[in-house]
């Protein structure tokens, strides 16, 4: 028996289940940047990468500096190029 | 410590500036000028006698009892319904006075059963007393005339009993539901000998009634008519402790009355500054799940979530706990461990929990359940104000003109405060509800909205927005208080951003389906009409723009200028009873208590120091970021302090395979509750009746919480999370929660005034207590903000990514009831489930109707992330395109539909807010049958075979 109900079905396709989930840390950081883009450009991406070193723990910021940053918006982008420049 | 009942001083105290001196009985009394002759005599020790009057409703001068005579004043007035003057001279026992006491009393008494020696309430009656006071020996009219000796006990109600034989119709209990409680359920029906009490309707009980349960007219009784279950069962208490309610943020005082060991019944605490006398169904009857059999008292273990429980003693339990900790530490690092400190422990519980992460575990992946709820809280209003709290006390709505909810329900969220509410609504104050449903205080007995903004769900920031571009383009705006206490420049940044043509009321219309008019009007109003006043609560906070909202609130009330004065600020009503607690004790993974950044090194400094440990400098993950970690395998052990977050938190199925996923979990609960499935270590918990520690309530008041009686379990919740450190290698020796308050203060700013002799002392104390405020703070930002300027910060609406669609044409939105609490794990294990048996899908009538689902039907509740089945109740509450839904009981799983969408800034999740499809069913889905059956498996517990 599996541990846990084993209603396989019910789980959401498009919701992986191992390994680091960047998709996620992306929606993560775009979602900042997008909720900072008001304050203008460059306040924006000043706070979005005060935020994300506020609140992110080590793994985090290392798997989303580590990773493609394509997928990103163009502040959250160059928040991280702020905290990497790299 | 004896039983003394709480005093009373038959009317209600009185403010005034106005003292007034006058004699009673020879000696010399000063009251405030208002107050009544019966009450200057009960504050001076006097006592008159009296039935009808009860100092927490309004004199009514009905029984006759409490005449007094008064030198130079004709006849024998009331002295209840009688205000003092300056001079006057007042005698309250006379032989005339004597004579005609006595004359009411026989009268009561003739229709009155003599059965006092066998009555449950022997010796705690008003009426006895009274009787006794007076001096009536015999009663002369017997029982062959007309009474009402014979009428049947109305027991509906799970909590207490109505026997109309013993009423002497002094309309106590009407006043009491009227006034204090606001539900108006009760009438006098009739007129003269026949008047009578009577729940609603004449077929009504108590049950069917109106009745909210509250206890109001219980406490208001003075016979046994309306009277406790328990002191019928159980007898008469013998011994009183004042602590404070364990289930929701009002943080309501009580007196726990006891009989030897067990409790008898939960009575409001007159003196409680927050609920001034007042409760509410759950906290003044909803204690029994304290000794349910499904509590567990004995530490069990086992290898795998495969595996049955097996019971061990604690020294095996802390053993073998400690020692996995300390194995996965040793193989994976100290971030691959952390806790998740409980909302409903002590403030003491809480702050050595995430010590234990921090100084034991060492990393600060420690996180609370306010991660669910208010972390947006702590988020925007530390941006705008400086810091994390709700600005007002409760006594302050009794000075708001106008008064915002928005995203709250409080008569049922809140229900002690909302009487409060509605007490000052009925004097006057305008009402703004801005909420999706119809909530109850959009219109009710004596209480109706001006406005009730039925916004869209998730475009709460939209709907701010345009109030402000109101304000600011109709100049409505306080421009002397935001020179003076804001920063201007800030100001005109966001001002100029609101009054931007695209945030006009028409132009959002489209959006948040408010029509403009009607919101003009709204902003108006908040604007200009006195103090304005903002009340919120989860429907702000459990969106993706939830710390947009907070930030958009505190906006509104700096560009109006209400803030820093009784009767105006903004007020998060907080959920579960100590949240506002846990967050002031360090439970958010980037704040040491006091809201402290962990990269700041001066305060970081200051808890090495202290702990004689360095601590990582890095924020640790929050919860959902666990849960992702475990995953991918860099997050192994987990100890959660009683929090269920398999029900609580969203999308069920991603909290099931995290915790899977991790190698150790350790539940420390009272019961095995649903995430207890996936632990590999349980420690029974402690119940707030049975430990000494403090609750810090919405209005940031620290309050005692006193053990009444043993744990059950043989250790209360800190001794065991002391224990687990100690097992660990940690040092601790705390002998007593005083000591961990004394850390707690001398480690922070806000509380460095705190202690226990202080709090037995004050009573309780509002944060910041500290040597500016050393009795605390009750309104906060008086003469500035904590930050120094206010910040306006500029608040997009940025839409959720939850979208609507063919295939998810409703939104759900998830709410709570009055008689549950949470995930249900206290109030289901009690007979408040009489109000509250399964969780309804309240959809709207057209909405229905296009499907085919009539009231009672089971549906099919679906969304992107999952489906449950649950039954319909078709209602125009909520409004069409939306459906709403409570989380409060396992069997449902609301949560399997909610997605991991979440506050941009804070990771709150967005449960008010999800795209769903409604269709009917036949039954349970096949996740909700799997879990049933995973669910009592996983609860199975070996038995020893006996020796
Ligand atoms: S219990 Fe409360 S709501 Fe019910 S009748 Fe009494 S005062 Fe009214
Ligand atoms: S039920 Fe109690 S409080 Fe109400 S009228 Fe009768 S005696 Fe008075
Ligand atoms: S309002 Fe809250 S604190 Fe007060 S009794 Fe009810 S649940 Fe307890
Ligand atoms: S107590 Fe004053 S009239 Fe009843």
Not at chain 1, 28 to 52: F, K, P, S, Y
Not at chain 2, 281 to 301: S, T
Not at chain 2, 499 to 514: F, G, I
Request: hydrophobic fraction near 40%.
């Amino acid at each position: 028996m599996p541990a846990g109900p084993s209603a396989a079905a019910a789980w959401p396709a498009n919701r992986r289940s191992s390994g680091v989930d960047l998709a996620r840390l992306h929606h993560m950081a775009n979602q900042i940047a997008r909720n900072l883009a008001a304050q203008g450009e460059d306040a924006a991406i000043a706070a979005t990468a005060q935020h994300i070193r506020d609140f992110w723990d080590p793994r985090m910021k290392a798997a989303i500096l580590g990773g493609d940053r394509s997928p990103l918006d163009p502040i959250a982008r160059a928040a991280l190029d702020r905290l990497d420049p790299a | 410590m004896g039983y003394e009942p709480q005093a009373d001083f038959g009317t209600p105290a009185v403010q005034s500036d106005q003292a007034v001196t006058l004699a009673i009985d020879g000696r010399s009394v000063t009251v405030p000028a208002g107050t009544s002759v019966m009450r200057a005599a009960a504050e001076c020790g006097g006592s008159i006698p009296s039935l009808c009057a009860t100092d927490s409703v309004k004199a009514f001068g009905s029984c006759r009892m409490c005449l007094v005579e008064i030198d130079g004043r004709k006849g024998t007035p009331a002295s209840c319904t009688t205000p003092v003057e300056p001079g006057m001279v007042v005698h309250t026992q006379t032989a005339r006075l004597q004579r005609l006491r006595r004359g009411v009393m026989e009268l009561y008494i003739s229709d009155h059963p003599l059965d006092c020696l066998t009555c449950s309430a022997n010796n705690d009656c008003e009426l006895q007393d009274t009787a006794a006071e007076v001096g009536l020996r015999d009663v002369r009219y017997g029982y062959a005339g007309a009474n009402h000796l014979g009428l049947p006990t109305d027991d509906s109600n799970p909590y207490f009993d109505f026997d109309p034989s013993k009423c002497i119709a002094c309309s106590r209990c009407v006043r009491a539901c009227d006034e204090v409680q606001g539900t108006f359920a009760l009438t006098i029906a009739g007129r003269g000998f026949a008047s009578k009490v009577s729940a609603g309707q004449a077929s009504d009980d108590f049950l069917s009634s109106e009745c909210v349960s509250c206890g109001a007219c219980v406490q208001a009784c003075p016979t046994a008519t309306l009277q406790e279950k328990a002191v019928k069962e159980i007898g008469k208490p013998e011994r009183a402790v004042v602590t404070t309610c364990a289930y929701c943020g009002v943080g309501c005082t009580f007196r726990a009355e006891m009989r030897g060991e067990q409790l008898v019944r939960m009575v409001p605490w007159k003196d409680g500054k927050a609920n001034r006398g007042h409760s509410c169904v759950k906290g003044r009857f909803a204690w029994g799940y304290a000794n349910h059999r499904d509590r567990v008292l004995e530490p069990m273990i086992r290898e795998s979530i495969e595996d049955p429980w097996r019971v061990v003693s604690w020294d095996e339990a802390f053993a073998y706990t400690a020692q996995r900790l300390n194995a996965i530490k040793a193989q994976h690092g100290a971030r691959a461990l952390g806790g998740i400190t409980s909302s409903r422990c002590t403030n003491e519980e809480t702050f050595l929990v995430q010590k234990l992460v921090r100084a034991g575990f060492g990393s600060n992946n420690v996180d609370t359940c306010a991660r669910v709820c208010h972390s947006p809280t702590g988020y925007g209003l530390k941006t705008t104000f400086g810091t994390s709290a709700g600005t007002q006390d409760f006594d302050s709505v009794m000075q708001a003109d106008v008064i915002l909810v928005i995203g709250a329900n409080p008569t049922d969220a809140h229900p002690v405060f909302a009487s409060r509410m509605k007490r000052r609504l009925r004097q006057g104050a305008k009402l703004i509800v801005i909420d999706p449903r119809r909530i109850d205080l959009v219109r009710m007995p004596h209480v109706e909205a001006a406005h009730h903004l039925p916004l869209q769900p998730g475009t709460n920031v939209a709907v701010l927005t345009a109030m402000a571009h109101v304000i600011v383009t109709e100049e409505l705006a306080d421009e002397a208080f935001i020179r003076e206490r804001c920063d201007w420049d800030e100001y005109q940044d966001w001002a100029r951003f609101v009054a931007d043509e695209r945030h006009s009321p028409e132009v959002l219309e489209a959006v948040t389906r408010v029509p403009a008019a009607d919101l003009r009007a709204a902003a108006r109003l908040y604007a200009t009409g006195g103090n304005g006043a903002i009340y919120y609560g989860l429907g702000v906070t459990e969106h993706s723009q939830g710390s947009s909202t907070v930030m958009a609130i505190a906006n509104l009330a700096m560009a109006t200028g209400n803030i820093g004065r009784p009767g105006v600020g903004v007020n998060p009503l907080r959920g579960q009873n100590n949240v506002q607690g846990s967050c002031d004790m360090g439970s958010f993974p980037h704040e040491l208590a006091g809201y402290r950044h962990i990269s700041d090194s001066a305060t970081r400094g200051l808890f090495e120091q202290d702990w004689g440990v360095a601590l990582d400098p890095e924020p640790g993950l929050r919860i959902p970021n666990m849960l992702d970690a475990a995953l991918d395998g860099s997050f192994r052990a987990l100890y959660i302090q009683g929090e269920d977050i398999l029900q609580s938190d969203p999308n069920t199925h991603h909290v099931a395979a995290g915790l899977k996923a991790m190698e150790l979990v350790i539940v420390h609960d009272l019961f095995l509750n649903e995430t207890a499935g996936y632990a590999h270590v349980f420690l029974p918990g402690s119940t707030f009746l049975e430990k000494d520690g403090t609750f810090t309530n919405a209005e940031r008041r620290i309050q005692r919480v006193r053990k009444v009686m043993e744990p059950a379990n043989g250790l209360a919740d800190w001794e065991v999370t002391q224990r687990l450190a100690q097992a660990m290698g940690q040092d601790w020796d705390y002998r007593h929660p005083a000591e961990i308050m004394a850390e707690i203060a001398r480690l922070t700013p806000s509380f460095a005034e705190v202690s226990y002799d202080h709090l037995e002392e004050a009573g309780s104390l509002q944060w910041p207590v500290n040597a500016a405020a050393p009795e605390g703070s009750p309104v906060m930002h008086i003469d500035g903000f904590v930050r120094g300027n206010g910040r306006f910060v500029v608040t997009d609406y940025v839409p959720t990514d939850e979208k609507t669609g063919p295939r998810y044409p409703l939104l759900l939105t998830t709410g709570r009831i009055l008689s549950q609490y949470n995930v249900g794990a206290q109030t289901r294990r009690t007979a408040n489930t009489v109000w509250h048996e399964e969780d309804l899908l309240e959809i709207h009538p057209a909405d229905a109707e296009n499907r085919g689902i009539k009231t009672g039907d089971w549906v099919r509740l679906a969304s992107r992330t999952g489906e449950t089945t649950l039954r319909a109740d078709v209602t125009d509450r909520v409004a069409p395109g939306v459906v709403y839904t409570t989380f409060h009981h396992p069997a449902t799983q609301a949560n399997v539909v909610t997605t991991d969408y979440s506050d941009w800034a804070t990771n709150c999740p967005e449960y008010k807010v999800t795209a769903v499809q409604v269709m009917p069913s036949n039954g349970p889905t096949d996740w909700q049958e799997s879990y049933a059956s995973w669910a009592e498996r996983s609860r199975r517990v070996a038995r020893e075979p006996a020796e």
